[in-house]
């Protein structure tokens, strides 16, 4: 597609349920990265993929996320038994290859409430 | 380890410049800069690779200290829509990019 595309855009759920975000990355991008972001915080990365495989999940918090990336292309960030914490922006971006001189090109986020 | 960006703000007149500061601890392969209006996803602006190279936005520069590991953006000649936060990025031997905590940037007419 012409950007990367992220639902839904808005998520409200109750604690202790299971959420998954979607992510559709740009086409021909190998890449895929899910980060964070809080209220007046810079993106906290999560994971990322080179293809269909976890090139670095550092960054997931705890064994309630996981993400997954079956074909290569789309994406799906998976929370378990939510907590009111994980309530924030979820930001996924694409490029071309997972390297320092890439662009990142980022959706618009999906912003999920827990209450 | 997440870069430290400053100032944390600025406000400024239209027509008036900027400088915002990025350093890190470790050694950096890139830095990567990006804008973020209220809402919208980060937007990218300039990278800035080991050895010199660039490749970004036509109207803002930025220079990379290897040694010094810190990265600074040069907004000249503001323009209202240069209003937004302003992130960095470092890319090193973690590779993955790290942001700051990034620069709220208002302009004023």
């Known amino acids: 597609g012409a950007g990367v595309s992220q639902t839904p855009s808005n998520k409200v759920t109750e604690k202790g349920k299971y959420v998954e975000l979607r992510c559709d990355p740009i086409?021909?991008?190998?890449?895929l990265y899910w980060y964070r972001q809080s209220l007046g915080q810079g993106p906290e990365f999560l994971i990322y993929f080179q293809g269909t495989g976890a090139a670095d999940d550092s960054g997931l918090p705890n064994d309630r996320f996981f993400a997954v990336r079956p074909e290569g292309s789309v994406s799906t960030l998976k929370i378990q038994r939510t907590e009111r914490g994980d309530s924030a922006v979820y930001l996924c971006?694409?490029?071309?290859?997972?390297?320092?001189?890439?662009?990142?090109?980022f959706g618009a986020g999906s912003r999920l409430t827990v209450l | 380890q997440q870069p430290v960006q400053s100032p944390q703000a600025v406000i400024l007149r239209e027509g008036e410049d900027a400088v915002i500061n990025c350093s890190s601890s470790k050694a950096l392969y890139s830095v990567h800069w990006y804008r973020q209006k209220h809402g919208e996803a980060p937007v990218f602006l300039m990278i800035l690779l080991k050895g010199g190279e660039q490749k970004g936005h036509e109207k803002i520069s930025a220079s990379f200290n290897e040694k010094k590991q810190q990265s600074s953006l040069y907004l000249t000649a503001s323009q209202l829509s240069y209003s937004g936060t302003y992130f960095c990025g470092t890319y090193g031997s973690a590779r993955q990019l790290t942001f700051g905590s990034g620069t709220q940037l208002t302009v004023l007419p």
């Open positions: 086409s021909g991008h190998t890449a």
């Open positions: 971006a694409s490029s071309y290859q997972s390297s320092g001189a890439n662009v990142l090109t």
